[in-house]
């Protein structure tokens, strides 16, 4: 590939102001910003007046038959028995991963939701674990249309207040979020964490690029658990009856082949093996808004593109937004910020996420006191001040975006080059990756995100390199790259990584961006109010790459919110491949 010095360039979103503390005036807020912080993750203080805790949990596992006759496997769980006259809201939780496993016994999620005095039910989807049906894709209409008539039985049960809230990681996030599309009047909010935002460009084709390797593990993993092939461990039977369960696994073996289908069409479209539009909160906007819930989405900045789909919701969606944004590992098992040394403790800790998420559920299906914001806003970690801050707005107030541009002898500088006719080379190195314990990698499981010194990748890598900076610096948003290049191939994409070094050499990951080149084409539809590019990703706007031909590229990076100190360097590393996450494209032509 042949770089431009002209063309090339890398937006930034500085915070040149201090954080803000206010209140917000004549909106309907209970407490101050200020108050909202200093309260994250604490216990909720209402519970100290008196003894509400349940330590007796009841379990019930059901068949509940769908109107089209499908029967869907349903673990009830309750606290205590409520008397006939109390009345208890419930906690729905909608899996593909199996509801609960052969022997289990009480689920943990059941057993710290129901000590708070919550009815909590946890559901099979169609097509997997204990339940009959075949899914002919994840997250279909059908399999959501299921969790409403699930609402329905729900607020039937005489114990049932008529309030469910829904919450759940990853894959249980989604089916969280999208039970908002169904509008069902009990549903009064959602936590949906560490989810997908728009399936196609977060997780199956970042910036029009196959995640081959993620999405083959995840699909044959999805397979064995359907199919029950795992080594150890089997789905909890419904009232033990293996008879029942060997029939629902006979339904599923016609269930659609996840990688197959993704590797299927490259775009987005009518002409896509799965409807992107259709499974992603993106797509449903108008369903999602329509319902009008509350929402609280948790995301990472280093946990895929969770981080991303939290700011893309928050200045999308018209809900009410608690929006929460951590340096975590997938599901927030690990703190990920590479300031920080490993090992070092989840901030917040898992209980106190989990009394964030109570707090919210005691307020809208209880109605307790709890200090909960009625104005959407943000809650954000910065990495390497290792502070968390809070705003009503994105971006925070004191932003101003700057340029930094590519120069001679691969400086990275705030100088505009002035001449239009140098470029440097760069052969793609194949052998170029991240390792399995990257961004990616982490949303198989919840393992740690570990980059290693990116020192050790020069070789793989075009860099460009500022001088010390001379004052700290604080990056928060989406940078922006903007790229004229030339291959010599029919097909290509670039990786664009945004680096720190520090005073001792060492090179430190921030955050990246990506871009297939056959998606270049930008386009004048804003489905969200930030102010970066935007590429349909569909099949009709996809362009032909013609080996020598200049193409013009501009792109976001993912978020992320970092503050460097003085005297540490900026980097711009540029690459062609990352082999431990993405499809080599245009491995045999040897492209530069």
Sequence with gaps: MKNKHLWLGLWLTLILAGFWGCSVGDEKVLVSETDLLEDFGKAPDYYNSKEIFHDSVGLESVYLPMSDGIRIAVDLYLPEKPS???KIPTILIMTRYWRATEGMGIHPAAVKWCRYGYA????????TGASFGTRPYELFDGEIRDYGEVVDWIISRPWSNGRVGATGVSYLGSTAELLTVTGHPAVKVVVPKFNEFDVYTDIVY???IF??????????????LDLLRLEEGKVRPVNADERLLEQAILDHHPNGNVYEQAVANPGKGHDAAIPYDSISPLGLKNYIEASGIPMSNWGSWLDAATGDGVLKRFKTFSNKQISVIGAWSHGAGHHASPF???GEPVNPSREEQYFQDLKLMDYYLKGLPALVSESPVIYYYTMGEEA??????WPPVGHQSEAWYFGDKNKLTREKPISEGESDSYKVDFEHGTGTLNRWFTQLGGGDVVY???GTAEKGLLRYVSEPLENSMEITGHPVAKLSLSTSANEGVVIVYLEAIDPEGKVIYLTEGHLNFSHRKLSDEKPWDLDIPYHTFRTKDMLEVVPGEKMDLSFALLPVSVKLPAGYRLSIAIAGQ????????????DPE
Excluded: C, N
């Design 388 to 393: 968390w801050h809070l705003t009503k707005t």
């Design 84 to 86: 006939a006259a109390e």
């Design 340 to 342: 920080l040394p490993e």
């Design 206 to 208: 970042p910036g029009g």
């Design 452 to 454: 290693e010194d990116r």
């Design 211 to 224: 995640m081959s390797s993620f999405i083959g593990l995840w699909g044959e993993l999805v397979a064995d």
């Design 578 to 589: 990352d082999k431990d996450t993405f499809m080599p494209y245009g491995r045999d032509q």
């Design 120 to 127: 909590v039910v946890m559901v099979d989807a169609r097509g």
